[in-house]
């Protein structure tokens, strides 16, 4: 059971290099036209920023798993990008490595992993590694470079298998996002992604929440990760 838990905790704190695979986000929504009086936000530059941002970052993680509390705090160190190859074609990869201590009861334990982000050379995602996981993108993603208030679209689906051989498939996951409003000059960016799972069992869901500013600015604000026995919430601290 705590292996468990362990997992979905773990599994939470890394999922800010998958479910941020799009994280200025494709688009099935028209954004080429500008209604007189709507702000626009720089979604492509938000994007870019992210693939930039570099440094340490601290996060809190609380919730439930089958009913019992759980909590952790850790880190994520999260690097530049560097020169590499994925599906033997040239990219660029982002490592996280995130930290921490999770708790169940009176239990405290450690944990740790490391994940990597593989984007092209016109930086579109072209899948991930880490948490037991292989996933490769399928089909387009473009990438807007504005969108306003109220939009929303798909952006793409990655394909997850248990290693690179892709001997077991494990599932599918879909990623949308849509920007809702906030502030006046400010939005939330949200991204969901819902992993469906070969083996049948119930699909989760991930949720990230940005700050974006109309020049694609990104504030990380909270992950939630939710299931059919799981709810756990990860915040990130200034």
């Not at 019992?68 to 690097?79: E, Y």
């Not at 050379?121 to 807007?144: K, Q, R």
Request: aromatic fraction near 8%; charged fraction near 15%; hydrophobic fraction near 35%.
């Amino acid at each position: 059971m705590i292996r468990r838990r362990f997992s979905l905790a773990v599994a939470l704190a890394l999922s800010l290099w998958l479910v941020a695979c799009g994280g200025g986000g494709g688009a099935s929504t028209d954004v080429s036209a500008t209604p007189s009086g709507i702000t626009r936000f720089d979604t492509r530059q938000g994007w870019l920023n992210y693939l930039q941002e570099a440094g340490i970052f601290r996060y809190t993680i609380t919730g439930t798993v089958q009913g019992t509390p759980v909590s952790s705090s850790g880190s994520a160190s999260i690097g530049a990008l560097q020169a590499a190859s994925f599906e033997s074609q040239a990219a660029q990869r982002k490592t996280s490595l995130v930290s921490g201590t999770l708790t169940v009861g009176s239990s405290t334990v450690p944990y740790g992993g490391t994940t990597e982000l593989y984007v092209d050379a016109n930086f579109l995602p072209l899948g991930s590694t880490g948490a037991g996981e292989y996933a490769v993108v399928s089909g387009t993603v473009t990438i807007p470079t504005t969108a306003e208030v109220n939009q929303s679209g798909t952006l793409f689906t990655l394909t997850r298998y248990d290693s690179s051989a892709r001997g077991t498939l494990l599932g599918t996951t879909t990623v949308a996002w849509a920007v809702l409003p906030e502030g006046s000059d400010t939005a939330l960016f949200r991204i969901t992604s819902t992993a469906a799972n070969a083996d049948g069992s119930p699909p989760s869901v991930t949720v990230e929440t940005y700050r974006m500013s109309t020049a694609g600015t990104l504030t990380r604000l909270t992950e939630e990760y939710r299931d059919s026995s799981s709810q756990l919430t990860l915040t990130w601290l200034r």
